[in-house]
C-alpha cells in the first residue's frame, strides 16, 4: 500500500462516536424537514426487488464508557455542533431536521426513525453491534429495537470487530477498548448474536441470517471462523449463516475468508478525484482531503462486475470535519441529485448481476451524523435525500419533476444564445414527455387490471363451509396459528379489506403430531362471519421456513415447527362484506383440528 493509500485508510477509519445526548433543537427547524413527520411521502414506497439497507450508528445516548473518557452526557451530537465551514461553499455545521437531536434511549425516536425509512423505501437497518471479547457497549438502542413488537422493520448487524480508540480510527493509538481475536472468542461472539438471528424480522439471505464482518482482516484464521460460525448456527437450529465481508482496509474479494460476500463501504476504496489543490480558501494546517463526489460516483459506476457475489454501496454525503477538524476526508459537492443519479446507476447494475434476494445495496449511512453521512433529514435539505432515494428505487422521476430539474439546469447556462436554444428543444421535449406519461398512465391502468386477474386466477378462495363439512365431527382444537401481515403490512386491529382485492397473508400455524409439509396434510385459513356464524375456508398451498417458531413450542416437535410458516394470496370475491374472526384448521389422515383467534378483519364490497 502506497503512502497515499495509506492516509486514505486513515482519514476513512471509522469508529462510534459520541455526542450530547440532551442538546435541544434548534428552533428554526426548515418546515420542509418538519413536514416530513407530519404528512408522510408523497408517493409509495419503492418495489421489493432492491433491498435498501443503510448502515445505523446506535449511539446517540449517553453511557458510561464515554462519560468516563469524555465527560458527562457526552456522545456524538457535541462534535456535529461543533463543526466549522473550513472553506467556501463547505456545509457545515450539519443540523438535524425532523427528528432533531435526539436521544435513542426512547422509543418514540426509533419508531419515528423507522416510519421514515418505510415510508421511502429503505427496506431496512444495519446496526453496527460492538462486543469486545464478551463485553457489549452501545447495546441499548438495538435491545430495546428487539424488544419492540410495534416496530415491523427488518435488521441486522455489523460487527464492528476493532479496537475502539480516542482517534476514532480503530488504530492501535489511545486504545480505549481493546479488540482481542482468537477462535474461541469468535465463537463465543457468534452464540452472542444468534438469538438475534432467529428474530422474525432479521435480514436473510438465501434463508439464511446476513452478517456483515467490518474488519476480516483482523481475524486470526478466517476460514476457520467462518466455518465454526456456520456450525454454530447450524447447531442451533439455523439453516447456517450468510457472512458478508465488508470492502475494508484493502480487503476485497470474500472468498479466500471463506465469506459468501463482500459489500462495498465507501468511502473506503472511494476517494478519488481529488480537487484539495482547487481549493484555494483550505484553512493553514489543513492536512486532510477533498474529493469530488460527482467523479466518485462516476468513478464507480464504472466499475466491472467481479467473480463474486458483491453488494453495492454508496453514501449520501461525507464529511467527517466534525469529529477529524483539519485531517477531514471531504466529499464536496455532495447533494441529493448527485447522490439519485448514483443511486440509480447502482439500482441498475444490481439488476443486471444479482438476482433473487441477494438484489442489496448499502448506504453509507442513516445517521452518521459526526462524518455528514446520513439519509436523516437535516436543516439545509429537509427531506430530499430521502425523496431521492425513494425515485430512485421505484424507477422512476414525476415527469412534472423531472421537467422542473431540467429547467433548473438550463437556467444555470452562462452563454446566452446557448441557453437560449436548448429551452427552445427542451420545451418540445416536455411537450412530448407530457403525452407520453398520459399513454404510460392509461398502459399502467390496464396491466394493473391485468394483474388483478391473474391473481385472482393464482390466489385460494374461500368458500362458505361449515367446521364439520371441512374437519368431521370429531375435530379437536389442539392447533395453534399466528397471523403477522397483510398485504406486506403488520396485522393492524381490524384491518379494512377490499373484497375485490386479492390479499397476501402470512403468518404460522402448526399442531402436534401433524407433519405441516407432508402429503397427506391440509391446513386451511378461516373466517367466521361475527354477525351470523357463517363459515368460509381457504386452504394454505405454500411453506415458509419458521426457524422462531420452535423456541416458544418447546412441547411441539421442532420437525413440526419449521415449515409452520405459510405466505399465500386468497381470494375473498365470495366472502359477503362484513367483519369476520379469523381461525386456522389442520388435518391429515388420522387427525383434523380448528382454533378461533381474536383477530379479526373488515370486508367491504
Same mark, same amino acid.
Given at each position: 500500500?502506497?503512502?497515499?493509500?495509506?492516509?486514505?485508510?486513515?482519514? %476513512?477509519?471509522?469508529?462510534?462516536?459520541?455526542?450530547?445526548?440532551?442538546?435541544?433543537? $434548534?428552533? =428554526?427547524?426548515?418546515?420542509?424537514?418538519?413536514?416530513?413527520?407530519?404528512?408522510?411521502?408523497?408517493?409509495?414506497?419503492?418495489?421489493?426487488?432492491?433491498?435498501? @439497507?443503510?448502515?445505523?450508528?446506535?449511539?446517540?445516548?449517553?453511557?458510561?464508557?464515554?462519560?468516563?473518557?469524555?465527560?458527562?452526557?457526552?456522545?456524538?451530537?457535541?462534535?456535529?455542533?461543533?463543526?466549522?465551514?473550513?472553506? +467556501?461553499?463547505?456545509?457545515?455545521?450539519?443540523?438535524?431536521?425532523?427528528?432533531?437531536?435526539?436521544?435513542?434511549?426512547?422509543?418514540?425516536?426509533?419508531?419515528?426513525?423507522?416510519?421514515?425509512?418505510?415510508?421511502?423505501?429503505?427496506?431496512?437497518?444495519?446496526?453496527?453491534?460492538?462486543?469486545?471479547?464478551?463485553?457489549?457497549?452501545?447495546?441499548?438502542?438495538?435491545?430495546?429495537?428487539?424488544?419492540?413488537?410495534?416496530?415491523?422493520?427488518?435488521?441486522?448487524?455489523?460487527?464492528?470487530?476493532?479496537?475502539?480508540?480516542?482517534?476514532?480510527?480503530?488504530?492501535?493509538?489511545?486504545?480505549?477498548?481493546?479488540?482481542?481475536?482468537?477462535?474461541?472468542?469468535?465463537?463465543?461472539?457468534?452464540?452472542?448474536?444468534?438469538?438475534?438471528?432467529?428474530?422474525?424480522?432479521?435480514?436473510?439471505?438465501?434463508?439464511?441470517?446476513?452478517?456483515?464482518?467490518?474488519?476480516?482482516?483482523?481475524?486470526?484464521?478466517?476460514?476457520? %471462523?467462518? !466455518?465454526?460460525?456456520?456450525?454454530?448456527?447450524?447447531?442451533?437450529?439455523?439453516?447456517?449463516?450468510?457472512?458478508?465481508?465488508?470492502?475494508?482496509?484493502?480487503?476485497?474479494?470474500?472468498?479466500?475468508?471463506?465469506?459468501?460476500?463482500?459489500?462495498?463501504?465507501?468511502?473506503?476504496?472511494?476517494?478519488?478525484?481529488?480537487?484539495?489543490?482547487? @481549493?484555494?480558501?483550505?484553512?493553514?494546517?489543513?492536512?486532510?482531503?477533498?474529493?469530488?463526489?460527482?467523479?466518485? =460516483?462516476?468513478?464507480?459506476?464504472?466499475?466491472?462486475?467481479?467473480?463474486?457475489?458483491?453488494?453495492?454501496?454508496?453514501?449520501?454525503?461525507?464529511?467527517?470535519?466534525?469529529?477529524?477538524?483539519?485531517?477531514?476526508?471531504?466529499?464536496?459537492?455532495?447533494?441529493?441529485?448527485?447522490?439519485?443519479?448514483?443511486?440509480?446507476?447502482?439500482?441498475?447494475?444490481?439488476?443486471?448481476?444479482?438476482?433473487?434476494?441477494?438484489?442489496?445495496?448499502?448506504?453509507?449511512?442513516?445517521?452518521?451524523?459526526?462524518?455528514?453521512?446520513?439519509?436523516?433529514?437535516?436543516?439545509?435539505?429537509?427531506? !430530499?435525500?430521502?425523496?431521492?432515494?425513494?425515485?430512485?428505487?421505484?424507477?422512476?422521476?414525476?415527469?412534472?419533476?423531472?421537467?422542473?430539474? /431540467?429547467?433548473?439546469?438550463?437556467?444555470?447556462?452562462?452563454?446566452?444564445?446557448?441557453?437560449?436554444?436548448?429551452?427552445?428543444?427542451?420545451?418540445?421535449?416536455?411537450?412530448?414527455?407530457?403525452?407520453?406519461?398520459?399513454?404510460?398512465?392509461?398502459?399502467? =391502468?390496464?396491466?394493473?387490471?391485468?394483474?388483478?386477474?391473474?391473481?385472482?386466477?393464482? !390466489?385460494?378462495?374461500?368458500?362458505?363451509? %361449515?367446521?364439520?363439512?371441512?374437519?368431521?365431527?370429531? =375435530?379437536? &382444537?389442539?392447533?395453534?396459528?399466528?397471523? +403477522?401481515? @397483510? &398485504?406486506?403490512?403488520?396485522?393492524? !386491529?381490524?384491518?379494512?379489506?377490499?373484497?375485490?382485492?386479492?390479499?397476501?397473508?402470512?403468518?404460522?400455524?402448526?399442531?402436534?403430531?401433524?407433519?405441516?409439509?407432508? +402429503?397427506?396434510?391440509?391446513?386451511?385459513?378461516?373466517?367466521?362471519?361475527?354477525?351470523?356464524?357463517?363459515?368460509?375456508?381457504?386452504?394454505?398451498?405454500?411453506?415458509?421456513?419458521?426457524?422462531?417458531?420452535?423456541?416458544?413450542?418447546?412441547?411441539?416437535?421442532?420437525?413440526?415447527?419449521?415449515?409452520?410458516?405459510?405466505?399465500?394470496?386468497?381470494?375473498?370475491?365470495?366472502?359477503?362484506?362484513?367483519?369476520?374472526?379469523?381461525?386456522?384448521?389442520?388435518?391429515?389422515?388420522?387427525?383434523?383440528?380448528?382454533?378461533?383467534?381474536?383477530?379479526?378483519?373488515? /370486508?367491504? $364490497?
Amino acid at each position: 500500500m502506497t503512502e497515499a493509500q495509506e492516509a486514505i485508510w486513515a482519514r %476513512t477509519r471509522r469508529r462510534p462516536g459520541t455526542g450530547l445526548g440532551a442538546v435541544r433543537p $434548534p428552533a =428554526a427547524v426548515n418546515a420542509r424537514a418538519e413536514g416530513v413527520l407530519r404528512n408522510g411521502a408523497a408517493s409509495q414506497t419503492a418495489p421489493a426487488d432492491i433491498r435498501l @439497507i443503510a448502515f445505523y450508528l446506535p449511539q446517540f445516548h449517553p453511557i458510561a464508557e464515554n462519560d468516563r473518557w469524555w465527560g458527562p452526557g457526552f456522545t456524538d451530537w457535541r462534535n456535529v455542533v461543533r463543526a466549522t465551514p473550513l472553506f +467556501e461553499g463547505h456545509y457545515q455545521p450539519r443540523l438535524p431536521g425532523a427528528l432533531g437531536f435526539y436521544d435513542l434511549r426512547m422509543d418514540e425516536v426509533r419508531r419515528q426513525q423507522v416510519k421514515l425509512a418505510k415510508e421511502y423505501g429503505v427496506y431496512g437497518f444495519c446496526y453496527y453491534f460492538y462486543w469486545f471479547n464478551g463485553r457489549r457497549v452501545l447495546e441499548r438502542p438495538l435491545e430495546q429495537y428487539v424488544a419492540d413488537r410495534e416496530i415491523d422493520f427488518p435488521f441486522c448487524i455489523c460487527w464492528a470487530n476493532e479496537n475502539w480508540s480516542r482517534r476514532w480510527d480503530g488504530g492501535n493509538h489511545e486504545v480505549l477498548l481493546v479488540q482481542e481475536h482468537s477462535l474461541a472468542s469468535d465463537i463465543a461472539f457468534i452464540r452472542t448474536v444468534i438469538p438475534l438471528f432467529k428474530d422474525p424480522r432479521y435480514i436473510r439471505v438465501d434463508g439464511m441470517p446476513l452478517l456483515v464482518l467490518y474488519r476480516a482482516d483482523l481475524l486470526k484464521d478466517p476460514a476457520a %471462523t467462518a !466455518a465454526e460460525w456456520r456450525r454454530e448456527c447450524e447447531r442451533a437450529g439455523l439453516p447456517g449463516v450468510h457472512l458478508c465481508l465488508a470492502q475494508t482496509f484493502g480487503t476485497t474479494d470474500p472468498r479466500p475468508f471463506g465469506f459468501d460476500s463482500a459489500c462495498e463501504f465507501p468511502p473506503h476504496a472511494h476517494a478519488v478525484g481529488q480537487i484539495t489543490d482547487q @481549493i484555494s480558501d483550505l484553512p493553514e494546517g489543513f492536512d486532510g482531503w477533498v474529493c469530488d463526489y460527482e467523479m466518485v =460516483a462516476r468513478h464507480s459506476l464504472t466499475a466491472p462486475p467481479p467473480h463474486y457475489t458483491l453488494y453495492r454501496g454508496l453514501f449520501p454525503s461525507w464529511d467527517n470535519s466534525a469529529r477529524k477538524r483539519k485531517q477531514a476526508l471531504i466529499f464536496h459537492r455532495a447533494d441529493p441529485k448527485r447522490y439519485e443519479y448514483w443511486l440509480r446507476g447502482l439500482i441498475q447494475y444490481t439488476r443486471q448481476n444479482l438476482g433473487g434476494d441477494r438484489r442489496i445495496i448499502f448506504v453509507n449511512a442513516w445517521n452518521e451524523w459526526a462524518e455528514g453521512a446520513h439519509l436523516e433529514p437535516d436543516l439545509k435539505h429537509g427531506s !430530499a435525500y430521502l425523496e431521492a432515494t425513494q425515485r430512485a428505487l421505484g424507477g422512476q422521476t414525476d415527469a412534472e419533476q423531472l421537467i422542473a430539474l /431540467l429547467g433548473r439546469e438550463i437556467e444555470s447556462i452562462g452563454d446566452p444564445a446557448l441557453r437560449e436554444r436548448i429551452d427552445a428543444y427542451a420545451r418540445e421535449i416536455c411537450g412530448h414527455v407530457r403525452q407520453l406519461t398520459k399513454t404510460v398512465e392509461y398502459f399502467t =391502468a390496464e396491466k394493473e387490471m391485468v394483474e388483478r386477474f391473474r391473481q385472482e386466477r393464482a !390466489a385460494s378462495a374461500f368458500h362458505r363451509q %361449515t367446521i364439520q363439512e371441512l374437519l368431521g365431527h370429531d =375435530a379437536g &382444537n389442539d392447533v395453534e396459528c399466528w397471523f +403477522e401481515r @397483510i &398485504n406486506g403490512r403488520s396485522l393492524a !386491529a381490524d384491518p379494512m379489506l377490499d373484497q375485490r382485492i386479492t390479499v397476501h397473508l402470512e403468518g404460522w400455524l402448526l399442531c402436534p403430531g401433524v407433519v405441516p409439509d407432508a +402429503e397427506n396434510t391440509a391446513r386451511f385459513i378461516l373466517l367466521q362471519d361475527i354477525e351470523h356464524g357463517d363459515t368460509y375456508a381457504a386452504q394454505v398451498f405454500q411453506y415458509w421456513l419458521r426457524q422462531d417458531v420452535v423456541e416458544a413450542r418447546p412441547h411441539v416437535d421442532s420437525l413440526y415447527t419449521l415449515k409452520s410458516g405459510f405466505g399465500s394470496l386468497f381470494s375473498l370475491s365470495k366472502v359477503p362484506a362484513g367483519t369476520y374472526r379469523l381461525g386456522c384448521a389442520i388435518k391429515d389422515n388420522h387427525k383434523a383440528a380448528y382454533q378461533w383467534t381474536e383477530r379479526r378483519v373488515r /370486508l367491504t $364490497p
